[in-house]
């Protein structure tokens, strides 16, 4: 039988718990998931301060002890062309027959590709956002708390936080 591989798409500035919420949830529908790491050429900027690199380590470390299905994480490039972005998409990642996004853009241009979305519910929004951690880490609030530790081992050895703040300022 063909395999149902998913497709996830996201920032991921940093990966957070409400991401990995949603995986959880497409791994009981899907034999494979693919993650893609939208923007993947920003960087150093305040609300996008990791690199493709980076945000490859988070997700790959969160996901190898508590996600049992094969995953595959490609980092995307913009191309500035939302009309030929899912095509852009599909060329680097591995073929993938369910999507499953809540972006209003994500799923307007794939389904005008003609590919159905499935929008997973919001977790705790509130607090599971990456706005909401980039803040509280320029704040000086906990933020730990809203990542996987995996994560938070992967901002405190590329001195995450600190390039947030100096990325951050002006002079
Ligand atoms: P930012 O605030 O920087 O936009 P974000 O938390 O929205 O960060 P993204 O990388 O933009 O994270 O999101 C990737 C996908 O994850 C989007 O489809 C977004 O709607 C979804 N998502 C983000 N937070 C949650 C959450 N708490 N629960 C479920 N889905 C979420
Ligand atoms: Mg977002």
């Known amino acids: 039988m063909e395999k149902i591989r998913g497709f996830y798409i996201g920032r ?35 609300n996008n301060p990791f690199t ?54 994500v799923v307007r241009l794939f389904s005008e590709s003609g590919t159905d979305v499935i929008s997973p519910e919001m977790y705790k929004r509130k607090n599971y956002s990456g706005t909401e951690i980039r803040r509280r880490m320029l704040a000086e609030e906990d933020w730990r708390s809203l990542v996987p530790p995996e994560v938070a081992d992967v901002i405190d050895e590329t001195d995450g936080v600190r390039r947030l703040h100096d990325v951050s300022g002006s002079d």
């Open 12 to 46: 991921f500035q940093p990966y957070h718990y409400g991401h990995q919420s949603v995986i959880m949830h497409i791994a009981e529908e899907v034999d494979e998931i693919v993650i893609g790491i939208g923007s993947a050429q920003l960087s150093h900027t305040p």
């Open 52 to 105: 493709a690199g980076e945000r490859v380590l988070m997700i790959t470390r969160a996901l190898e002890k508590s996600l049992s299905l094969p995953f595959y994480v490609i980092p995307i490039e913009d191309i500035q062309r939302n009309a030929l972005w899912v095509s852009h998409a599909r060329a680097i990642s591995p073929p993938f027959n369910a999507v499953y996004s809540s972006n209003p853009l």
